[in-house]
C-alpha cells in the first residue's frame, strides 16, 4: 500500500478507494451501502477525470468552483448529490487520518442542498379497502397476502423489514415486531396493533411450525422473497384499477405516516416507529401533508368546538348582528 508521499506523487486513486470500501466492510457496513459508496466515489472521479484534476489538487474553493457546478451541469437530483456530498466527506475524512492527505477537500462550510418536499404517494380510504377485500382468506395465500398487507399498512415498515421478518421477531404480548435488518443494520421495535396483531396470530397458526424461521412463507414452506412480495401489491393494485399513484410497498409506508400524523401522533415517536436516522426526514412528511393536517386541525379545533357552546363569535360577526 502507497504512503503519504507515494499517493501524493502519483494520485493512487484505486488504492485510496480500496482502503475507504476496506474499512466500510470492517465497519460492517451492508452490501448496498458499500456498492452505493463505490458508486459515488466512480463519480467523483469521472468528473475529476474531465476537469483534469487530481485529488490532492482539490480544496474546498476548487470543490465549490469547479466540481460541484460540474456535478450539478450533469443534472443529478439534489437528494443524489447529497448522499454523494456524504460519501466524499467520509473519503476524506479518512484519507486525512490515515495520512494520505494534509488537509480535507471538502470544508465544514460545503452544505448539503437544501431539498424541495417531493410528493409522497398515499392510498386513499377507498383504495384501502378495495385492496384489502380483493384476498381470498379461506386460502392459506390469500390469508397471509391480507395480514401482510395489515402489517405494512399498522406498521410503516420497509419491504426488506418485512420479508426479512423472523417468527421470533413477532412478539404479540409486547404488541410490537421487532425489526432487526432496518436501513443501517439498525434494530428496533414497532407497534402493532389489536386487529393487525390478531389477524398474524391467525397467520401464524396457519403456517405451522416448520424447519426455518422466516415469517412468509409460500405454498412450498420456502421463505416469500421481496421481489414476490413486490408482485403481489402491484397485482392487487392492478385488480383493483388504482390509477394515478404508485403502487408499492412504500406507497403503504407512506400512507402509515400520513394516516398517525393527521390521527394526532408526533413526529418524535414517528421517527422511532419508521427508523429515520434524521428527524429532518420524518418532519418532511409533515411538510408533504401540510393542507392535510390543516384541515385537520380546522375540523378539531377546540375553539370552534366550543364557540357553539359558548357563543364566541369573530369580532366581524358580532358586528353584523
Not at 475529476?48 to 480544496?59: C, I, W
Amino acid at each position: 500500500m502507497p504512503n503519504k508521499e507515494s499517493f501524493k506523487q502519483n494520485s493512487d486513486w484505486d488504492d485510496a478507494v480500496q482502503l475507504f470500501l476496506q474499512d466500510c466492510k470492517v465497519r460492517n457496513l451492508s452490501r448496498e451501502s458499500i456498492r452505493r459508496y463505490r458508486k459515488g466515489l466512480e463519480k467523483l472521479q469521472q468528473h475529476l477525470d474531465a476537469l483534469e484534476l487530481q485529488l490532492r489538487d482539490l480544496s474546498p474553493a476548487v470543490f465549490k468552483k469547479q466540481v460541484l457546478p460540474s456535478l450539478l451541469d450533469e443534472g443529478l437530483a439534489s437528494r443524489t448529490l447529497n448522499c454523494n456530498l456524504h460519501i466524499y466527506k467520509s473519503f476524506a475524512q479518512l484519507l486525512c487520518e490515515e495520512g494520505w492527505i494534509d488537509d480535507e477537500p471538502f470544508g465544514a462550510d460545503i452544505k448539503p442542498l437544501k431539498l424541495q418536499p417531493s410528493s409522497a404517494h398515499t392510498f386513499t380510504d377507498e383504495h384501502l379497502y378495495q385492496l384489502l377485500a380483493l384476498p381470498d382468506r379461506t386460502t392459506f395465500t390469500g390469508l397471509r397476502n391480507y395480514v401482510m398487507m395489515l402489517t405494512l399498512l399498522d406498521t410503516g415498515i420497509r419491504l426488506r423489514e418485512l420479508a426479512k421478518l423472523q417468527v421470533t421477531d413477532v412478539l404479540l404480548d409486547e404488541g410490537s415486531l421487532r425489526v432487526n435488518h432496518g436501513k443501517g443494520r439498525k434494530s428496533r421495535l414497532v407497534p402493532i396493533e389489536r386487529i393487525a396483531a390478531g389477524e398474524l396470530k391467525h397467520y401464524l397458526l396457519e403456517r405451522g411450525i416448520l424447519n426455518h424461521n422466516a415469517l412468509w412463507v409460500n405454498l412450498d414452506n420456502q421463505p416469500f422473497l421481496p421481489g414476490g412480495i413486490r408482485t403481489m401489491i402491484a397485482r392487487y393494485c392492478q385488480s383493483a384499477e388504482i390509477k394515478g399513484i404508485q403502487c408499492s410497498c412504500h406507497t403503504f409506508r407512506h400512507t402509515f405516516a400520513k394516516k398517525y400524523l393527521l390521527n394526532g401522533g408526533d413526529v418524535f415517536t414517528l421517527k422511532s416507529i419508521m427508523g429515520h436516522a434524521h428527524i429532518e426526514t420524518t418532519e418532511m412528511y409533515v411538510e408533504l401533508f401540510v393542507n392535510d393536517l390543516k384541515a385537520q386541525h380546522e375540523k378539531f379545533s377546540p375553539i370552534e368546538h366550543l364557540a357553539e357552546a359558548l357563543h364566541l363569535l369573530p369580532e366581524s360577526e358580532v358586528n353584523c348582528i
